[in-house]
């Protein structure tokens, strides 16, 4: 019925309909691209998973005034950059990190939680230590 390249351009949207049942679907077409392992902190290598970044964000996101289409923008963002700048191997830090910086952009409350999971917050004094920078862009002068 209709087809269409996603804003990331790596997946084909395709809207089709039975031949037998007329019932409409929705099915997504995905760019197959070169495996790439992601490096954990404690050396052990995986395939990448654009499905644990997503469950990541969903997890932060719990209950805020997010769209799906903001989270889909992240983790398209994030594979953009691994297939244009790693060719075999990207440390989990590295991934972390474009997701924090994405979430920033979206929601705060968001971004804390992901942070505090990401970076193992022992203690208050690490959410305060994350908070700082943030509160210092976002209050007026006194």
């Given at each position: 019925?209709?087809?269409?390249?996603?804003e990331?351009?790596?997946v084909?949207?395709?809207?089709?309909?039975?031949?037998?049942?007329?019932?409409?679907?929705?099915?997504?077409?995905?760019?197959?691209?070169?495996?790439?392992?992601?490096?954990?902190?404690?050396?052990?290598?995986?395939?990448?998973?654009?499905?644990?970044?997503?469950?990541?964000?969903?997890?932060?996101?719990?209950?805020?005034?997010?769209?799906?289409?903001?989270?889909?923008?992240?983790?398209?963002?994030?594979?953009?950059?691994?297939?244009?700048?790693?060719?075999?191997?990207i440390?989990?830090?590295?991934?972390?990190?474009?997701?924090?910086?994405?979430?920033?952009?979206?929601?705060?409350?968001?971004?804390?939680?992901?942070?505090?999971?990401?970076?193992?917050?022992?203690?208050?004094?690490?959410?305060?230590?994350?908070?700082?920078?943030?509160?210092?862009?976002?209050?007026?002068?006194?």
């Amino acid at each position: 019925m209709d087809s269409r390249a996603s804003e990331d351009g790596y997946v084909i949207r395709r809207r089709r309909e039975c031949i037998h049942c007329k019932r409409r679907f929705t099915s997504y077409e995905r760019l197959e691209e070169p495996n790439i392992k992601v490096v954990k902190k404690d050396g052990v290598r995986e395939p990448f998973s654009r499905d644990k970044i997503r469950s990541g964000l969903a997890k932060a996101c719990w209950k805020r005034p997010i769209k799906d289409e903001q989270l889909e923008a992240i983790v398209a963002h994030v594979e953009s950059y691994m297939y244009a700048n790693c060719e075999t191997e990207i440390d989990s830090s590295k991934i972390g990190e474009l997701v924090m910086q994405g979430l920033a952009n979206v929601d705060q409350v968001a971004y804390v939680r992901f942070a505090s999971v990401y970076r193992e917050f022992k203690d208050v004094r690490d959410f305060v230590d994350e908070l700082q920078p943030m509160l210092k862009r976002h209050m007026p002068p006194r």
